[in-house]
């Protein structure tokens, strides 16, 4: 008997919870921002709920939000990715730990030593999303008056995967002779100068760190717009942009595949795993009173600012408790603009409870019972809208804690989740290959 | 009874050692570059012994040697040392966490932030050894043609340190109200924007990461140079310059410490810890034929070329078995030069030996019983040679064990080392205050 398809599951972190009004649910750790130790314990207990990765989301910049909800905000201070992971790998055996790194403003060296270094610290554990950082705030933390255009960002995303494998690629995986013997530490004729030349880039090379114990590193990406979902498609190993449906995201799913293997790639070496939303109570009412509850502590100041950009227009001069008037054309994208104000006719919400909900959070959301939960995941995965989820949790640790404690079972009752760990490196979690060296054969296969 | 001055003991690492033929020496861990549990082993080991500080050496190229010394090398490849001490906060408590990142390579928002996390991750135990990167062959690794000049290198570390510890200063030590009731997570009033613009850096800020649980990590420095002298004395917190001996430490200290004098510091606060090669024996003879036996594993082809470079001739068409002949004048440093040829003299070394000792590591050395030893690190502390030393051990473990276990034992008895921690952060160990915040009164003074 074939085994069924396989749901893979990352869990996409913010220390506080992605949700900005999570800081202040009941039992929430408003203080996790710097507290390494609520940190390791989510670490843990996704490790022991079997995830495939810990994902750290990032941001470079503070001041890209009005000062009324930046007063209101947990998520724009925090540890840095890199160096939180490195920690967690520490008190962690088998979860793959996915860090943010820009292409537009890290250079490439240091984003491929990092990485390797990571992924030796952790046995192969390492796993880099590759951003272009769309924030143009953080341009002026990098000495640029103003934003890199979105067509050099990708242009220069590309050259910077090139060089990042190409530097990984270093060394081969036998060139580490170590012979006391004869004092031969490293065989030179094994070690690669990369030399690279390119239109934004310029590395010499060879990378002063051993290959990565996984070849590369898993490499992530959101995959969202048209040069976003190209890019991905050449050279993600994962990638989570989120579409709204299930019906979106088997168009998603199907297109980025289909673009993977006119790429030349085989299309199961590339996996959807779309970040989403997951609240679960007992009964499907009480998850939607617990996403309820937790849209009350988003400040009006923060969710009237994200619906006016969501509607295309100023809406913070209407009754906040009255219902949300007819919204004239703009240029806001057409379907988000639909999305919302369905949610405002379907669920009959006030301003104030839709800003509260568009403050919060947003995107995809599952939000039900453990077995309606497993339903949804089983449906995305059968139809092929996704290989799996890059979860987000409302609050922490309780959302975090019901997810693993009701879902993770229910899903492995089903046989799409792992019991155990099978292999030890976050690509055998993915059922990834592990890639060769483009300029050594390999002594392994 | 006023305390005696007390020592002050950071270990200068590198995982197999900085001796380059360390990774031959009898039950040396070859491996270690890329076995974290070595790492785990060593810092712990020194935690035991209650050394201030475990430092991490670091380059940013591999191409600087020929290749025959480059094949014998294991000092060029390793983990990167931001990632490794994150590893390392995790398996520590109290140990100090040094970290090598240079101003020329790096964006001073990406330092702060890290050295920032590494403090929060760490319960205030970060240091940022602030390099400039003098080896030329890195600059082909970032985008640069040639390498940047001196003098600009020194601007812009200068700037850097500024840009770096105004974004550290972002918050006030109380910015982070966490009001759940009222939904005021932080207070913008207590933020400063940076807005730094210098004839090399731009740079806005705020930092997305609370001030360091030090206020500033631990800034060390080189302080070698003329201008490495100055900045390191306006601006870090410790120095690891080591002079031959202790008639040259004397000079260096007090200079350094006058020029801090004159900065308008407490030049209490600048602690001088020379770089020093520590051999422990049971008896002085003993330790020194482990140094000896030591240096029979540098390969000839190694030390030839570091024997060259250092008299400022080529003595690789010489008899390897024979005496050094006369050399002529050169532009090489005439007292380093001196005593290469004083060595050579006066121990009667062959050529070869010669070559494996400057090869093998040739700087300050301290080699005897745990007597002698603590002797002379006592009588360096008592007539202001230094506050201290960096420790480099000759091979690993057993270099380092015997230092915890026989040199840190004899310190202590004599009351010029500490037998516990008496606070929780590398500042404290030191004896350093944290810094107040430029732009906010302390809440807590």
Redesign the interface.
Same mark, same amino acid.
């Given at each position: 008997m074939t085994p069924s398809r396989q749901l893979h599951l990352g869990a996409f972190m913010r220390p506080v919870s992605l949700h900005t009004g999570a800081?202040?649910y009941p039992g929430a750790f408003?203080?996790a921002?710097?507290n390494?130790n609520y940190l390791?314990r989510f670490a843990q207990t996704l490790e022991r709920a079997c995830f495939d990765a810990f994902f750290m989301a990032d *941001?470079?910049? =503070?001041?890209n939000m009005p !000062?009324g909800a930046?007063?209101? @905000? *947990?998520t =724009?201070?925090?540890?840095?990715p890199?160096?939180?992971l490195?920690?967690? @790998?520490?008190?962690t055996e088998r979860i793959g730990l996915i860090a943010t790194a820009s292409t537009t403003?890290?250079?490439p060296?240091?984003v491929a030593?990092?990485f390797? @270094?990571?992924d030796?610290?952790s046995g192969g554990r390492a796993g880099w999303n590759l951003v272009t950082t769309s924030n143009p705030?953080a341009a002026? +933390?990098? &000495?640029l008056d103003e934003h890199v255009a979105h067509a050099v960002r990708y242009e220069r995303a590309r050259e910077f995967f090139d060089v990042v494998t190409g530097l990984w690629d @270093?060394?081969a995986d036998d060139a580490?002779v170590?012979d !006391?013997e004869s &004092?031969?530490? !490293?065989?030179?004729e094994r070690?690669h100068?990369l030399g690279f030349e390119g239109e934004h880039?310029? !590395?010499? &090379?060879?990378? +002063?760190?051993?290959r990565p114990i996984q070849g590369w590193p898993v490499v992530v990406q959101a995959g969202s717009s048209e040069p976003g979902r190209q890019i991905a498609a050449e050279t993600a190993d994962a990638v989570f942009a989120a579409p709204p449906s299930l019906a979106e995201g088997k168009r998603f799913y199907a297109d980025v595949k289909a673009r993977a293997e006119r790429a030349g790639r085989n299309p199961e070496h590339l996996k959807i795993l779309p970040g989403a939303f997951v609240v679960v109570g007992d009964t499907v009412d009480e998850a939607r009173e617990k996403r309820a509850l937790l849209d009350t502590?988003v *400040?009006y100041d923060s969710g009237i600012a994200s619906l006016s950009i969501a509607l295309g227009h100023d809406v913070s001069t209407y009754d906040p408790d009255g219902p949300l008037p007819d919204i004239p054309e703009s240029n806001a994208s057409k379907s988000a603009r639909q999305r919302v104000v369905d949610w405002a006719r379907t669920e009959q919400l006030t301003i104030r409870q839709l800003a509260q909900r568009i403050g919060g959070y947003s995107g995809l959301e599952i939000i039900g019972t453990p077995t309606t939960i497993a339903d949804q995941m089983e449906q995305w995965l059968t139809e092929r809208g996704s290989d799996g989820f890059n979860v987000m949790f409302p609050y922490l640790p309780g959302g975090l804690d019901d997810f693993a404690d009701k879902v993770v079972p229910e899903l492995q009752r089903r046989g799409i989740f792992r019991r155990a760990y099978e292999g030890t490196t976050l690509r055998d979690h993915l059922g990834l290959p592990r890639p060769e060296n483009r300029f050594f054969a390999s002594s392994r296969s």
């Open positions: 800081w202040r408003p203080d921002n710097f390494i390791k *941001h470079l910049a =503070v001041l !000062v930046l007063k209101r @905000s *947990h =724009v201070t925090s540890f840095e890199l160096t939180l490195s920690a967690l @790998s520490s008190v403003f890290e250079e060296w240091h030593r990092r390797a @270094s990571l030796h610290l705030d002026l +933390n990098f &000495g @270093s060394w580490f170590r !006391v &004092g031969t530490f !490293v065989d030179p070690m100068v880039l310029s !590395v010499r &090379g060879p990378l +002063n760190i051993a502590f *400040h």
